[in-house]
């Protein structure tokens, strides 16, 4: 028909419970960890073709769902941070209208019993303190009309417009949980799941020259609370600094590093104490060896008075140089140690039994504490230390012919062992055994 104005009008049939054509649902773990990331899903179910015909847009962009959601938590706030999570690649979505902007959700592809499709509108929570975290309640509102009439100049316009909302259900709140205390050395704030590998900017350093480490930390966390990464332990070698940057999913520490002691084809594996919430613990990430040869100083070289000085103390801890001992074996030997050789032997042999016992008991036992420290034992009777002292096992393996290879792969065991401390995932007993196995004298 035709208005009076000169507009063509369509009318519609009514439709009944308008307010039925769209509901809202939140869904969220009831629980997390101070500085844990926690995903908040924001539920959609809504009768596609029903606002394809009678949902009003009144944006300026288009919207393929005509409806304007509110989502309280992603407001800022002391007590937490929020952020919206875009659809991965590859899947469907639809655009809607969030606070003030127009996003995209994903259309899931499975309907509800009702019939309705689903979109999903991911988010993603971090509690900066303990106690309850009020999200507040989700809510989604739309116009709809039930008639509308073709305007010559203003093109669609609603005849009888009407606007809904619609109340989101599901949880408000989060019980938030302080991190489990004290914490280990070496946290500093970081809590998720990640992963660390570490990168040399050369394959070559003579001592007393700075090189780079890229120890970069991925995971679902958020670090941008966290304090300043401690400086790892190197042992021979001194961290200079560390300037940080973001990346997509983490963040690059860059070292730079002073190399103090001459030797070795491997700097040990660097790693970073965080907490798993999955796990209820704090846990070691660890990376892989780094390669890196280190050079004697040349002869030429001029270091300056601290550099001079870091080197002592370096030679000082690790209780170098290495052929003063050879000398006082030697010395020893001349005046009589040879006779006590085989009572010696004895002596280091019974030692050494005692602590493969021990290791295989807790290894069978399982206990994460007590394996780690019956390996401790064990490498240093094999490399004749009176305790686990780094850098002297390592040294005193390599000294008694222990593969480098070998060697590598015990530190990194090493560091397995003591992230299983922590709560960390332990080796598997026949890697433990095998490992030690390599390093026993013929």
């Known amino acids: 028909m035709i208005g009076r104005w000169g507009c063509s009008v369509l009318v519609l049939a009514a439709v009944p419970a308008a ?15 101070v500085g844990e990331g926690v995903g908040v899903d924001v539920v959609l179910a809504f009768d596609g073709p029903w606002f394809a015909e009678h949902g009003i847009v009144w944006t300026r962009q288009p919207l393929d769902l005509p409806v304007h959601v509110q989502v309280p938590w992603l407001h800022r706030d002391d007590d937490r941070s929020a952020l919206l999570v875009p659809p991965s690649a590859g899947e469907a979505t639809l655009r809607l209208a969030v606070g003030d902007r127009v996003v995209s959700a994903v259309l899931l592809p499975e309907r509800t019993a009702f019939g309705l499709l689903q979109a999903r509108l991911r988010t993603r929570v971090v509690a900066h303190r303990p106690g309850e975290l009020e999200l507040g309640k989700v809510e989604a509102r739309y116009a709809y009309a039930s008639a509308f ?52 900017d050369r394959e070559e350093v003579c001592v ?82 780094v390669p890196l040869r ?44 040879l006779l006590f050789r085989r009572g010696q032997g004895g002596r280091r042999r019974r030692r050494l039994q005692t602590a ?31 305790g686990f002292v780094v850098p002297l096992v390592w040294d005193g393996l390599r000294d008694r012919g222990v593969a480098v290879d070998d060697v590598l792969a015990l530190q990194a065991l090493h560091a397995r062992l003591d992230a299983a401390r922590f709560g960390g995932e332990p080796p598997a007993r026949d890697e433990v055994l095998a490992a030690v196995g390599k390093a026993l004298p013929e």
């Open 208 to 289: 007393g020259e700075v090189f780079r480490i890229e120890l970069t930390l991925r995971g679902d966390g958020d670090l941008s609370r966290c304090a300043p990464l401690p400086p790892p332990n190197l042992p021979g070698c001194h961290v200079e600094g560390i300037v940080e940057r973001a990346i997509d999913g983490g963040r690059v520490y860059e070292l730079d590093v002073l190399a103090l002691r001459a030797g070795g084809e491997h700097l040990p594996p660097l790693s970073v104490v965080t907490f798993a919430p999955a796990e209820r613990a704090y846990v070691q990430c660890v990376s892989a060896p």
């Open 294 to 337: 280190v050079l004697p100083m040349p002869a030429d070289a001029e270091p300056s008075e601290r550099v001079r000085e870091l080197i002592a103390a370096a030679e000082e801890r690790s209780g170098t140089p290495r052929w003063l001992y050879r000398i006082g074996f030697g010395v020893l030997a001349l005046v009589g140690v």
């Open 19 to 33: 307010q039925e054509r769209l509901r809202v649902s939140v869904a969220c773990a009831p629980t997390a960890f």
């Open 149 to 200: 009439r073709d305007h010559l100049l203003r093109g669609r316009e609603p005849v009888d417009r009407r606007e809904v909302r619609v109340a989101g259900d599901g949880p408000e709140r989060i019980a938030v949980q302080p991190l489990p205390s004290p914490a280990p050395d070496g946290f500093f704030g970081a809590v998720g799941a990640f992963t660390v590998a570490a990168a040399c």
């Open 356 to 386: 493969l016992q021990e290791l295989h008991t807790a290894v069978d036992g399982g206990d994460p504490g007590a394996t780690a420290g019956a390996f401790e034992r064990t490498l240093a009777a094999v490399a004749d230390c009176e």
